[in-house]
């Protein structure tokens, strides 16, 4: 009250029963006051016509006369404080509303599932080794050249070995859909099938001297469908990878290739994906494509597709829609 | 012919001087011409038209000098020769013009770095270079496109305001279009018009010619002629003659003339930049110079983070991309012209745009009385003769005084005889009252009083043939014609006079009294001034009246008067009779001289009046308000001498002329800032200047209002010179920014409203288009230090910019005022800026951050129920954007081509950009208002908001579902319920912009208003 001065407050004599006060600022005006009445008068001039007349009940008085002495200090206060204090405060109320925001709208996103798959209708393919561009290059002479090909596979491949395979995962009735419903109940975590280092066969590199065949100019390379959630690929019937070479040089180049598991099949008990905290041990179903004669020192492009019911491969867009191309070389000297 | 006579007239006068400058300007624009054409102006030089004789000229061109040419001869010669107006220059061809767009040279560089980029990457790069062309180009076209509309508006203005020329044709005076002129034409010049064609004088009197136009001397150059045969000197198109009258027959038209060969020679000339324009560019260098500073900051940033130097420039461009407020220019062209247009509805035609927002900063009006203050439609009210003052009301029966004294005899052949005005012929069955007459306000009212009191005033003037004339100005004051008498035994000359009633009055040595002349003594003096104070105390112009008989002796039959040297008596008259009349105030007038008070708009009376008249039409039109004194006033009020009155205690005060010459700059300044109703009478047009002048110096935006040519210094003195539309004579007219076309006072006040509209709504519409620039930086900002995903495209930044936003930031423009518009205080030009700090801080830091937070929770609501979490989201950005790997693993495990994420990508742009459009709508709720609250302004009052509204929502829809399946521009579908997740946070923006108007209105003047109100 101190603060403000006898100039803004002022006692209204009209109003000597009931405490008044009369703000004049400026062409505006408030006019507060608590009546004995029980009611309280705020009467907001602006120019010559009322805006707003509210009659508010006694009890809000000493509220309402503590707001505007909060309100009168601050908004009457000196500059660069308050403009800090403001800045503070406005910032903490913008970060508090943002996480507000945030938090319902996570609260609309399950843990375990995706709320929607528009963009996932059709897994992609993809190669390991994962290369920069997608070209397996292969210096036969340099051991540099592909020992981070080596290294990675036996990364990538480490959990499928034969032995943690059977620690974690269920040996399932091949040819059909793994299914672990709810039914109403969280089954969770849920169970995985098992895919063997050794269903590779000799892409496996259990005990391989010839490193996948990197060293001796016979490279595999590992073909992995996309994880979909809840995707039922091949639509209840076989499926299998093929690969080619793009143009008819390349086929050419290409040679011949072996492809494991037989006919690059890929089993319908890998599916479907439960997602990564329902399924924690699932392991993604491989193929495996040795690649026995390339022509040497001549950049091959292959294309491998799925054929699966389900999967288009065409699309014009998105070109590793079901298919995945990449380049090979074998260099020789 | 004109061409070397021109010259040559020029020369006489200015002693070569004209001739020199002329020669200057002619080599100055034909310097890069090629020589024939110097050659084909010099084979006009050998006409020489000002050495044949009245009758040659006429034999020369088929014309008569007293019966004019007739109307088919003159329609013939249109036809053939073309209208007399100047062929406009060619315009700019408007490829030239594309490539000075405005952020050209931003997008050739784009351009150059896409194509660049354009071998390794993807064609999105091609894409966003040719978007970037493509906006430049169409700016380009919308530009090109606005300005060629502008110039037809301007045209267009320029052919209501047309050039009237006052031409004899089949015997009578008719007054034509000037374009309408041909060749032997007989035209008649007075005082203030524009010299319609090149012209061959054949009479003149005391005229002047202001050849500036032609010589860039601004003298005018005195032409005086002995014999109206030896009046040899042609004038030119263009100039103007701001003094006296001449008759002249037109030997050039349009582009034949003098002026018209050298425009025709000058090629384009460049426009002037008006301050609204100013501003606004000055802006936009602003806001660019801070997105190149934040786009290089970022750009080091970016490098420093070992980001590819390509990647980085790529950043640089979105950055720059997201701060330029693209569509602004073309926002503020429409706004601007639409205000014109709204202007030019109220009668307010304005010349230069400019004009608009000067008018709307005005802080001092400088008004004249007649004409704009008042209807300019003047009667005769009172009668002063035979020492008795009767009323004369034209309107009733007008008997009512004494016809029969001689007095009124000689007084009636003065008010007939002393008077240039004319009725437009043809008006026979129009009553006297209403019909159209050629002449100022106040002739116009001694015609039709004497019209209706004698009867055909036309066939009396014919009787009385007159010799010669001095035409009224304002350094004489009066106005002089000696006449034949129409009585045959009577060989003298009349010499009649009217004009100031003091002025008169000092060239008389006797009165007439009941007919017969008395000496003029003290006491008839007495009664005449007390006469006059009576009349002019009631607000009434008065005009004395005197006569003289030359004697027959001096001045027989054959005696050629000339007005230049004055070789008659212009002293001892006998003076007759005053006769008082009234103009009475225009009713809008008190109402609007109100309305610019309260809105801290100081009205300043300045007019040539008698200062009682003034002070009277003053106080009846609350320029001196009711209440307020004159230090006069409190003299008389208190019977104390003038002295000894407090000057404190007197708000009004009312400046002579004669004072005000007496007055040092310091004393007027003074005395311009202590009174705050002001009224200079007697002034002078050097006065009127030096008022001006002196108004400026108290820092103030000056308008002046004046319809005359001794108003036109003032007016282009002024910050904004307003003619009046109809009484105005051209010179007034070409110096106005603005033109009244009902010259009413009034709309000067409407003017001035929407001046300060365009003002706050511009300044509302550059809140509007700043504030969005923040939500379209800030993911560019964040794409670069947390590594997310790009949440928005430039080219979605575009479609922002130009599309969405264009619509409602054109509707701001049709936002009414908000209540207190005319109540406070004029802008002031250097301290109130079009964007000032606290507009941008708003704008940036407040609404524009919120919007960003608003559109970024879209963003992230869009990526997390696709599968990727906020959290998986930071530092995705090298994998994501790897075209190699096709196996990114989402929050729940799945795996993703590149296509799925690019295409998820944008989405995600989609998302953002409809999460900044939905807040746009509540950012174009709140900025129509700075103050009131919404609900106070009315939410639905601005039904164009709502169109703008809707075509952010069209447009939106259309980019998403419509065009969702080009590629090219990087939209898709979008489920239905993500065009609601920002909508809590459009809330929150209004209940915020609601609070802060609020509390600038509970505490007007605390640090919140200060630092809140933009």
Redesign the interface.
């Known amino acids: 009250m101190q603060r403000l001065g006898p100039s803004l407050w002022t006692w209204d004599s009209s109003w000597q029963q009931a405490p008044a006060t009369s703000l004049p600022?400026?062409?505006?005006k408030?006019l507060l006051g608590s009546a004995f009445t029980s009611k309280i008068k705020v009467v907001l001039n602006?120019?010559p016509k009322k805006?707003i007349l509210v009659l508010l009940p006694l009890g809000v008085s000493s509220l309402l006369n503590l707001w505007v002495q909060l309100?009168?200090c601050?908004?009457?206060?000196?500059?660069p404080a308050?403009?800090l204090l403001f800045y503070l405060v406005?910032y903490g109320f913008?970060t508090a509303?943002?996480t507000l925001?945030?938090w319902v709208?996570?609260q609309?996103?399950s843990d375990?599932?995706?709320?929607?798959?528009?963009?996932?209708a059709t897994?992609?393919?993809?190669i390991r080794p994962?290369?920069?561009?997608?070209d397996v290059i292969v210096n036969v002479s340099d051991t540099e050249s592909w020992d981070q090909h080596v290294q990675k596979l036996n990364k990538f491949l480490e959990p499928y070995n034969d032995s943690i395979q059977a620690q974690k995962n269920d040996v399932c009735r091949p040819g059909r859909y793994y299914e672990q419903p709810d039914n109403g109940v969280l089954n969770y975590p849920k169970r995985a099938c098992q895919f063997n280092r050794t269903q590779l066969g000799d892409c496996s590199g259990i005990g391989d001297p010839t490193h996948y065949g990197y060293s001796t100019g016979q490279p595999c390379v590992f073909i992995?469908m996309?994880?979909?959630?809840n995707f039922y690929a091949g639509a209840n019937q076989s499926m299998n990878v093929t690969c080619v070479g793009k143009r008819d040089e390349d086929a050419e180049n290409l040679g011949s290739f072996v492809m494991f598991p037989a006919n690059g099949n890929i089993d319908l008990m890998y599916f479907p994906?439960y997602?990564?905290?329902f399924?924690v041990n699932?392991t993604q179903p491989l193929v495996a494509v040795k690649f026995l004669n390339v022509t040497p020192n001549v950049e091959v492009n292959v294309e491998c597709r799925i054929n699966a019911a389900n999967i288009a491969t065409d699309?014009e867009?998105?070109?590793?829609?079901g298919r995945?191309a990449f380049k090979l070389r074998i260099n020789k000297t | 012919a004109r061409r070397g006579t021109g010259t040559e007239d020029v020369g006489k006068t200015d002693t070569g001087d004209g001739k020199e400058k002329y020669r200057g300007l002619k080599d100055k624009r034909l310097e890069l011409k090629k020589n024939h054409q110097k050659e084909e102006l010099k084979k006009e030089v050998d006409l020489e038209d000002h050495k044949l004789s009245i009758k040659e000229l006429e034999r020369k061109y088929g014309t008569n000098i007293v019966t004019g040419l007739s109307s088919t001869q003159a329609a013939e010669l249109l036809a053939r020769n073309g209208p007399n107006a100047l062929t406009p220059p060619k315009e700019t061809p408007e490829i030239v013009k594309f490539p000075q767009a405005d952020g050209a040279i931003l997008c050739w560089i784009a351009y150059g770095i896409q194509y660049f980029n354009d071998k390794s990457s993807s064609l999105d790069s091609v894409y966003l270079g040719c978007v970037l062309a493509l906006v430049v180009i169409l700016t380009g076209i919308f530009a090109y496109y606005q300005e060629a509309k502008s110039t037809n508006i301007m045209a267009s203005f320029s052919k209501m305001i047309p050039q009237q020329a006052l031409v004899i044709r089949d015997s009578e005076k008719k007054t034509v279009p000037a374009e309408q002129l041909v060749v032997g034409d007989i035209v008649e010049i007075k005082g203030g018009d524009k010299i319609p064609a090149d012209i061959r004088l054949l009479s003149t009197q005391g005229c002047k010619v202001d050849n500036s136009s032609l010589t860039g001397n601004l003298t005018p150059s005195l032409r005086t002629h002995d014999n109206p045969l030896e009046a040899e000197n042609p004038w030119n198109k263009m100039s103007t003659s701001p003094v006296g009258t001449a008759t002249g027959m037109v030997i050039n038209t349009g582009d034949r003339t003098i002026i018209g060969q050298i425009a025709s020679l000058a090629s384009g000339v460049g426009h002037e930049k008006t301050p609204i324009a100013i501003e606004i560019e000055h802006f936009v260098h602003i806001v660019a110079g801070v997105a190149v500073s934040i786009g290089i900051l970022f750009f080091i940033i970016a490098v420093s983070m070992k980001y590819y130097v390509l990647d980085s420039i790529i950043f640089l461009i979105g950055i720059i991309v997201a701060n330029v407020p693209e569509g602004l220019l073309a926002t503020v062209t429409v706004t601007l012209s639409l205000t014109a247009k709204r202007m030019a509805k109220k009668n307010c035609l304005v010349k230069n745009l400019e004009a608009v927002e000067t008018l709307g900063s005005t802080s001092i009006i400088c008004s004249d009385k007649t004409g704009t203050l008042t209807q300019n439609r003047m009667t005769v009210a009172h009668l002063w003769f035979d020492n008795q003052i009767f009323v004369a009301d034209t309107s009733e029966d007008h008997s009512i005084f004494d016809q029969s004294s001689g007095t009124w005899a000689s007084l009636s052949k003065i008010i007939t005889l002393c008077n240039r005005a004319e009725f437009r012929p043809g008006q026979e069955s129009v009553p006297i009252m209403k019909k159209v007459v050629v002449g100022d306000a106040s002739e116009t009212a001694l015609l039709k009083f004497s019209e209706v009191i004698l009867g055909d005033v036309m066939e009396i003037r014919k009787r009385n043939r007159k010799v010669a004339e001095i035409p009224f100005n304002s350094t004489n004051k009066f106005q002089l014609s000696i006449h034949e008498t129409d009585d045959p035994s009577d060989k003298r000359f009349l010499m009649v006079m009217k004009g100031a009633p003091e002025r008169v009055l000092e060239k008389c040595s006797t009165i007439m009294v009941n007919g017969q002349e008395q000496p003029l003594d003290d006491s008839t003096a007495e009664a005449f001034h007390t006469a006059y104070m009576e009349l002019g105390g009631l607000g009434e112009r008065v005009l004395g009246f005197c006569h003289l008989y030359l004697p027959a002796d001096k001045f027989p039959e054959t005696y050629s008067f000339d007005v230049d040297t004055v070789n008659f008596p212009t002293s001892n008259l006998c003076f007759v009779g005053l006769l008082s009349m009234i103009d009475p105030p225009r009713s809008t007038v008190p109402d609007a001289v109100t309305k610019c008070r309260s809105a801290g708009i100081k009205v300043i009376m300045v007019t040539g009046d008698h200062p009682i008249t003034a002070k009277a039409i003053a106080k009846s039109v609350g320029i001196i308000s009711a209440n307020s004194e004159t230090v006069e006033d409190i003299a008389k009020r208190l019977n104390i001498p003038v002295e000894q009155v407090s000057k404190r205690d007197a708000k009004a005060a009312v400046v002579t002329g004669m004072e005000l010459k007496d007055m040092s700059p310091e004393q007027l300044d003074e005395l311009l800032t202590d009174y705050s109703e002001i009224v200079f009478a007697r002034t002078s047009p050097q006065q009127k200047l030096i008022i001006v002048e002196g108004c400026q110096r108290q820092d103030a935006v000056v308008a002046v209002t004046g319809d005359g040519v001794n108003d036109s210094p003032a007016l282009k003195k002024a910050d904004i010179g307003i003619a009046m539309g109809i009484a105005g004579s051209d010179a007034a007219k070409n110096a106005a920014d603005m033109v009244l076309l009902d010259d009413n006072f009034a709309s000067i006040v409407t003017g001035v409203e929407e001046g300060r509209l365009i003002f706050d709504n511009l300044k509302k519409t550059i809140a509007y288009t700043l504030t969005k620039n923040i939500a379209e930086l800030c993911p560019f900002l964040i794409y670069i230090i947390a590594g997310l995903p790009l949440p928005i495209g430039t080219i979605t930044i575009l479609f922002i910019d130009l599309g969405t936003d264009i619509i409602p930031s054109i509707a701001l423009a049709y936002e009414k005022a908000e209540s207190d518009i005319m109540n406070r205080k004029p802008r002031h030009k250097k301290k109130d800026r079009l964007v000032n700090a606290p507009l941008a801080i708003y704008s940036y830091l407040h609404i524009g951050l919120m919007q960003a937070l608003g559109a970024f929770v879209v963003y992230f609501t869009v990526y997390a129920q696709e599968g990727f979490r906020p959290s998986a989201l930071i530092n995705l950005r090298v994998e994501w954007e790897k075209d190699s790997v096709n196996d990114l693993e989402d929050s729940y495990g799945q795996e993703w081509t590149q296509y799925q994420r690019k295409y998820l990508e944008w989405t995600g742009y989609t998302a953002f950009f409809v999460g900044i459009m939905i807040q746009q709508i509540a950012d174009l709720i709140i900025r129509k208002t700075r103050r009131n609250s919404i609900f106070q302004q009315g939410l639905f009052r601005n039904k164009v908001i709502w169109v703008g509204i809707a075509s952010q929502i069209i447009i939106a829809l259309i980019l998403s579902y419509g065009l969702g399946s080009v590629s090219a521009l990087n939209f898709t579908m979008l489920r239905p319920q993500y065009w609601f997740v920002a909508v809590p946070h459009a809330i929150l923006i209004w209940v915020y912009d609601e609070v802060r108007k609020l509390f600038i209105r509970l505490y007007p003047g605390s640090w919140w208003d200060k630092n809140m109100y933009y």
């Open positions: 600022l400026g062409v505006q408030i602006q120019g805006e309100q009168g601050l908004f009457l206060g000196t500059f308050f403009i406005f913008l509303m943002f925001t945030m709208m996570l609309t996103v375990h599932t995706p709320k929607y798959q528009d963009r996932l897994p992609g393919l993809m994962k290369t920069e561009n997608l992995k996309n994880r979909v959630i994906y997602g990564k905290k399924h699932y699309d867009r998105d070109k590793f829609a995945v």
